[in-house]
């Protein structure tokens, strides 16, 4: 049930980066134009012709790195054919990073997520997730290591034809670039500002907020509630390590963050207890936001510290994530030409709607 006013509408500023803020509109007219029809994702379980398919090895460059083993791969990682600017990547806003990370070096790995063709994340059993996610810790470690030049290594993933994703067979990207890209960067920064002002980190604040925050909004005339927001209005799922909250000022209606409950820069430092952990609440994410939005295509973005000398001082500042964005509709006029996003459903009302799933 929704404790919203019809109508809703106000600009809420990204805490983090502000010069990314969010028009949340329920108003009929400020409705953006669904993505009509988006084409369906592929859910076929082999596909003969894929080259990410199992069998077809021999299409695909060698394999990086593979488990549990290259023979009886589930998940197996190879260098990209088309690197940076082809295929897949040049639909997301990943591409003004990526546009500077193509001057010469830095790496461009596929990662195929699972040897099932159409499987998504939410089917995957929390053991292979938990893999998946131990593969992404390997890899950036590995791509780190092998050339002192790199600045960044971003895993991402495109999931579904909506998502620009060109190859349909489960995938994620891992791309090490000569330059931070500048979302990163930016998140980086800002809460290394608010650190020094306020002396804690700006993502445990907003962790501790959607766990405890409790208002009462009141009429300024009447003086009659018009709105109670209840404990951990933001919070769409929770473990022992990790929680999965609505942002308060998100630019996809659907967007879903997930990070760690206690204070952690750097991805990489996950212990095996945590990633277990991770693995769980990103199933349980993913399947309550394919329940409600129906079959979700989406990017997802993994911000962790990045390893270079510039940042060196931000472990108490930073705090890594993953950034789940599902493309549920166009950008309207008025979004690009604003730089504005329009929610048309309030984060809360989201939340609990992504919450009130039954699994
Ligand atoms: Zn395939
Ligand atoms: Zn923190
Ligand atoms: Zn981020």
Known sequence: MSDQPDGVREIRIN??????????????GMRPRKAEDPAPRDTRKHVEKCPFCTGNEA??????????????????????????????????????????????YGRHEVMIDHAEHGIA??????????????MYRDRIESLYAADPRIQYVLVFKNFGPAAGASIPHTHSQVIAMPVVPENV??????????????????????????????????????????RQISVGQYVIERGRHFVAIKPFASRYEWEIHILPLTHASDFTAISDAEREDLACVLRRAMARLDAVIGGAQYNFFLHSLPHNNEFEDCHDSYHWHLEICPRTSIPTGFELGSGLFVSTISPEEAAAQLRAVEL
């Open 121 to 134: 994340l939410h089917e995957m059993s929390e053991a292979h997730l938990t893999a998946l996610l131990g």
């Open 185 to 226: 960067y930016n998140e980086v920064v800002n809460s290394r500002r608010y650190f020094e002002k306020n002396r804690q980190c700006i993502f445990c604040s907003l962790v501790d907020e959607a766990l405890t925050f409790e208002a009462t909004i009141y009429d300024r005339d009447s003086g009659a509630v018009r």
């Open 59 to 104: 299409m695909t460059p060698p394999t990086i790195a593979a488990w549990p083993d290259e023979r009886d791969w589930e998940i197996r990682v190879v260098e990209n054919l088309y690197p940076v600017l082809g295929d897949d990547s040049t639909s997301t806003n990943l591409v003004f990073g990526l546009q500077q990370a193509i001057d010469g």
């Open 15 to 28: 805490p983090i980066v502000p010069s990314e803020s969010v028009l949340v509109s329920t108003a009929r």
